[in-house]
């Protein structure tokens, strides 16, 4: 396997190295059962010329070598910065003191097997250093995805303070300003009560605009209904709203009718999720029509939303390092902190997100007193 990033679902790499074929062989059949890839090398430099190619786990060397001997191997493995932290295990059937130990824990050794070897032990041994590989790999992997994350939603932010600005300059400062200028104009001016009536109406009217859009930009940062009323609510208004604006036909399912109020967080969440979602699907799908369904089941909450688009991508659906923007790496950080899950899969046509939690309900007065 060459450098590049690592999936749960791949091999890893583990380098067996002895001079002798025989050895080489019985190394093979004791760890196959591991499932892992086992590369060969039959001298200490041929290790080293495959460890440059390779991402290994876990080098597994003889001691007694012509040439370069198993602890020089070792030496010269930790003197490279990519191989610090791989694990080295020796096996012997020379060295077997206390001093040879010492030594081999000296040049970089995680672990020292004698000959005859058990098969159990070894595959034991050898399977706990491919599980830490695999671990560390893997945080590696989301550390950077969560990096990558903060870096694009300090840029969101950005963009939508720009894009909130640009709104209440562009609109409603400039019907401020309008109605501003007419009320001045009142007071300057000795007008026919019939022109101060139609510019008090024009003000209303630039006023009663302003307002709208003041109630637009509030209900797009939070929805007071969702406070108010319950997710149910603001689900519709926010669905109906999409509909007006894109053309996107929407459809709303749930399941029971009488759906309970959850925890404000957790209505929060459940409220942002579809909000992306359906964002996602009006700017990539090229869908006429989108369903969300929310359904109560054992103790969870299922909640999908489905389009009739073009579908995603392969590497998207599998939520692959690097493929997956801001809004699908923000609902599933979402999910994950309720302890849920959310699947993406190609629904031919369309696209089918699945989000599934644990339902926290609310408390019977805190309902009564909330609703």
């Given at each position: 396997m060459t450098r590049h990033e690592m999936t749960q679902h791949e091999k890893i790499n583990i380098l067996m190295v002895d001079d002798q074929p025989g050895k080489l062989l019985s190394y093979e059949v004791m760890l196959q059962q591991l499932g892992e890839n086992l590369i060969k090398a039959n001298s200490a430099k041929e290790a080293l010329e495959l460890l440059l190619k390779n991402d290994v786990a876990v080098v597994l060397t003889d001691v007694s070598m012509p040439e370069l001997d198993g602890f020089e191997l070792a030496e010269l493995i930790r003197q490279h910065p990519r191989f610090q932290e791989t694990a080295i295990i020796f096996i012997s059937a020379v060295?077997?003191?206390?001093?040879?130990?010492?030594?081999?824990?000296?040049?970089?050794?995680?672990?020292?097997?004698?000959?005859?070897?058990?098969?159990?032990?070894l595959r034991a041994k050898v399977r706990v250093f491919t599980e830490l590989y695999r671990r560390t790999k893997q945080l590696g992997i989301l550390n950077r995805?969560?990096?990558?994350?903060?870096?694009?939603?300090?840029?969101?932010?950005?963009?939508?303070?720009r894009r909130i600005a640009r709104e209440l300059h562009d609109g409603l400062g400039q019907e401020l300003t309008a109605t501003k200028m007419i009320l001045d104009g009142i007071l300057l001016q000795e007008t026919s009560p019939q022109l101060q009536r139609q510019s008090v109406a024009e003000a209303c009217a630039l006023v009663e605009s302003s307002l709208r859009q003041v109630?637009?930009?509030?209900?797009?940062?939070?929805?007071?209904?969702?406070?108010?009323?319950?997710?149910?609510?603001?689900?519709?208004?926010?669905?109906?709203?999409?509909?007006?604006?894109?053309?996107?036909?929407?459809?709303?399912?749930?399941?029971?009718?009488e759906f309970p109020r959850l925890e404000p967080e957790q209505e929060t969440a459940v409220f942002r999720v579809v909000q992306e979602a359906l964002t996602?699907?009006?700017?990539?799908?090229?869908?006429?029509?989108?369903?969300?369904?929310?359904?109560?089941?054992?103790?969870?909450?299922?909640?999908t939303v489905r389009d009739d688009g073009k579908g995603v991508e392969e590497s998207v659906a599998h939520?692959?390092?690097?493929?997956?923007?801001?809004?699908?790496?923000?609902?599933?950080?979402?999910?994950?902190?309720?302890?849920?899950?959310?699947?993406?899969?190609?629904?031919h046509p369309g696209t089918l997100l699945e989000v599934i939690i644990p339902a926290v309900t609310r408390a019977p007065h805190t309902a009564a007193i909330t609703a």
């Open positions: 060295h077997l003191t206390d001093i040879d130990r010492l030594e081999a824990y000296h040049r970089g050794a995680v672990d020292y097997i004698s000959v005859p070897i058990v098969p159990e032990l995805e969560l990096q990558h994350l903060s870096s694009r939603l300090i840029v969101m932010q950005d963009e939508e303070r109630r637009s930009v509030s209900h797009l940062l939070h929805p007071p209904l969702l406070d108010e009323v319950g997710l149910l609510s603001a689900l519709r208004w926010y669905l109906d709203g999409l509909t007006k604006r894109s053309g996107i036909q929407t459809f709303l399912d749930v399941q029971p009718i996602n699907v009006y700017r990539h799908s090229g869908a006429h029509n989108g369903w969300v369904s929310m359904t109560k089941r054992d103790g969870g909450i299922v909640i939520f692959s390092p690097g493929s997956i923007g801001i809004g699908i790496g923000g609902m599933k950080q979402r999910v994950k902190e309720f302890g849920g899950e959310l699947r993406l899969t190609n629904a």
